[in-house]
């Protein structure tokens, strides 16, 4: 609004001025393109025009690019019973936080009761075995017995060993310890646990319901190892670095900056001519969840130049240009190329040769433009 402001003041201004003043028009009747205006002390109070020196500046060069918080397989942990029964109880709910080790369900089946009654036989059985080996050992070593009979009683115990492993480990898997384990603490229902610290994404069954040991029962997200998953396209995968800085922002609070760096970018492009880098998140976000859009820029390069602030800068006809002052209020409109804006300034590619021990108008140099152009219509 202010611009705007400025450019109907001055363009007012400069139309009063040049009201009585000659016109200069060329032979086939069309108005001359002015580059030159000259202004009074007043209006340039008025306008509120300042000039400033072409300046040496490190621009950064940045990669503007947006994605999607995403979460590794690793930190992405689906829930199953490997033998599985029937769900008894369970309190999750998706969003919840769990810790590692905590209770989050019950489950119950008869074939649970029948593997911890066999282990519990077996284990009696081999004590009765490894005996019974020892006394046909001692009998063999004094020629007493068949061998026959000894290597039968050898054959026995080493397979009660196996079977006692085997059901040993079939405990372990569901979360008994087979150590632990007597005919006092047999039970129809164990205790399912989770597996790492995190929250809950989903849950899939609901109390009463069998599952298959296939079934995935919840669905867990440990966040610790979170990060953004950004798409970079074909023109700028050239550019991308691992370790290069990145500053992230979410669209429900894009004034509010997060630091990372890209830890590995894929070197396959896909259908889209696009890749994607993964970027490990310095500050951590409280609030990221999987899915969660975002913007971001990457640092891909810096250089030392001359560089001028942006509203120095004059877009007109699809060329960049900018006023220079010739002489106190007189003012002269040049062409220049730029590159890369960084913290309020741009880059000067080329033209700022000619402008080096010159002031340039830094501020309200549209109100300048639009003077200009009314006085070369009229």
Known sequence: ?????????????????????????????????????????????????????????????????????????????????????????????????????????????????????????????????????????????????????????????????????????????????????????????????????????????NVGKYVQPTDVLFELVNPDDIHAALTIFEKDLGKIRIGQKVKINFVDDPAKEYSGEVILFNRNVDENRAAIAHCHFLTHPGQLLPGMFLNARIEASQSDGPALPEEAILRYQGKTYVFVEQSPNQFHMQEVTVGEADAGYVSILTGSETLREKKVVVNNAYSLLGGLKNVSED
């Open 1 to 205: 609004m202010n611009l705007i402001v400025s450019i109907i003041t001055v363009a007012s201004v400069l139309l009063l001025s040049c009201a009585g003043a000659e016109k200069n028009v060329e032979s086939a009747g069309e108005p001359v393109e002015k580059t030159d205006i000259v202004l009074s002390a007043t209006q340039v109070e008025k306008a509120k025009i300042r000039t400033g020196p072409l300046e040496q500046r490190t621009i950064r060069h940045e990669i503007i690019v947006n994605g999607v918080v995403d979460v590794p397989p690793q930190n992405m942990v689906s829930v199953s019973f490997p033998l599985g029964g029937y769900l008894r109880s369970t309190k999750l709910l998706p969003g919840m936080r769990v810790r590692q080790g905590e209770v989050i369900g019950i489950m119950e089946e008869q074939s649970l009761v029948q593997l911890q009654q066999d282990y519990l036989i077996t284990k009696a059985r081999l004590e009765y075995l490894e005996k019974e080996y020892e006394r046909q050992a001692t009998l063999n070593a004094d020629k007493v017995n068949a061998e026959k009979v000894f290597q039968q009683a050898a054959a026995d115990f080493k397979s009660q060993k196996v079977m006692l492993k085997s059901y040993a480990e079939k405990l372990r898997l569901i979360g008994i310890d087979p150590e632990k384990l007597t005919e006092a603490s047999i039970s129809r229902q164990v205790p399912l646990y989770s597996p790492t610290n995190g929250y809950v994404s989903r849950v899939n069954v």
